[in-house]
């Protein structure tokens, strides 16, 4: 298995120096860590500790149930975990959610849909786009994640097959973050969080927030991330360019607003590496002159320095 040293580092190029106002709206869910292991004490002591934390402010403000409520069902006759789904109750149980006041429903297709994709690739037509936006503002494009970076690369690559799929409105899912739960290194989860934020997945932490480490705290509160994230212009990034052994240099990358673009550059080898994003492969003209913002792995365990050579890309 690979084992990363020098996870990653996410930059900014603003072509333009034009900051767009964001809107941030980030939730937390229990499964990840909790399981079915939930109850009133958790659920109250996780939405005082997003409070607490400063992390409702950064717009993590569903709790799956809280603050605004949100709840999570399944289109099945059973949820994963054997609870009742809505199968055939689709619309009693909408009604039953909105009269509670949850803002939020979770509904999982993850039951029904690789029946469904099955099916529809029976026909030819195994695109999610294809009914998924149909029925729900994401769709889960992946099986279960994990607490391993086996499990959170794996993933990362599935879902950018769908990246065309995505945009606002309706977002694919690669399920929720696993920062913080423990499997996976400082520099691992700084990977996790910036790509899928990059990817515009749906920012669902999975940890106990009521005891998070420094560590955690820095990762989910990057303000500039989560705004890369909630950009406006609701682009899915990619993987743009591999390189090295098992195609362990990649870059990813994708468009912001105010002719801004994304760039990752994500060092999956297991040694330290010098990586380079050509100008052409993140879309921009040989000639465009660019600044440079770096808005992840800084501070502790980020060894990222940029250097922009004249119109060429920087490394
Ligand atoms: C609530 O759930 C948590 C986490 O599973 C557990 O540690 C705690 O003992 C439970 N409390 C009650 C009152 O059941
Ligand atoms: C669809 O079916 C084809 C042919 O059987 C297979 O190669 C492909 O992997 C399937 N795609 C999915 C998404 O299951
Ligand atoms: C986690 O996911 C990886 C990759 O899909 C898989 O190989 C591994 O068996 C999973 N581990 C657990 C404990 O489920
Ligand atoms: C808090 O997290 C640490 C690991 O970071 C763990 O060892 C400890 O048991 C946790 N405490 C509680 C009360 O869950």
């Not at 690789?114 to 294809?130: I, Y």
């Not at 040989?286 to 365990?301: D, I, K, L, M, Y």
Request: net charge negative.
């Amino acid at each position: 298995m690979e084992k990363m040293s020098d996870s990653i580092c996410v930059y900014t190029v603003f072509l333009s120096l034009l900051a767009a106002s964001l809107a941030i709206a980030g939730e937390w869910n229990s499964w990840n860590f909790f399981a079915c292991n939930i109850n009133e004490t958790v659920i109250k002591e996780t939405a005082d500790a997003l409070i607490s934390t400063g992390l409702a402010d950064l717009g993590y403000v569903h709790v799956n149930i809280g603050l605004k409520l949100g709840i999570y069902s399944d289109a099945g006759a059973f949820t994963c975990q054997v609870r009742p789904g809505s199968l055939y109750h689709e619309i009693d149980d909408a009604e039953i959610f909105a009269s509670w006041g949850f803002s939020h429903p979770l509904v999982n297709f993850g039951s029904k849909y690789p029946p469904m994709r099955d099916a529809l690739n029976a026909t030819g037509q195994d695109d999610p786009a294809l009914w998924a936006g149909k029925v729900g503002n994401s769709w889960r494009t992946t099986d279960d994640i994990n607490d391993t970076w086996a499990s959170m690369t794996t993933i990362a690559d599935l879902n950018d097959k769908w990246a065309a799929y995505a945009g606002p409105g309706g977002w694919n899912d690669p399920d929720m973050l696993e920062v913080g739960n423990g499997g996976m290194t400082f520099q691992e989860y700084k990977a996790h969080f910036s790509i899928w934020a990059l990817m515009k997945a749906p920012l669902l932490i999975g940890c106990d927030v009521r005891n998070m480490t420094t560590e955690t705290s820095e990762i989910l509160s990057n303000k500039e991330v989560i705004a890369v994230n909630q950009d406006p212009l609701g682009v899915q990034g990619r993987k743009v360019d591999v390189s090295g052994p098992d195609g362990c240099r990649q870059v990813w990358a994708g468009p912001l607003s105010g002719h801004r673009v994304v760039v990752a550059l994500w060092n999956r080898c297991s040694i330290a590496v010098t990586m380079t994003a050509k100008w052409e492969v993140i879309g921009l003209q040989p000639s465009t002159s660019v600044s440079v913002r770096f808005v992840a792995a800084q501070g502790s365990g980020g060894r990222c320095s940029v250097v922009v050579p004249c119109s060429s890309g920087f490394s």
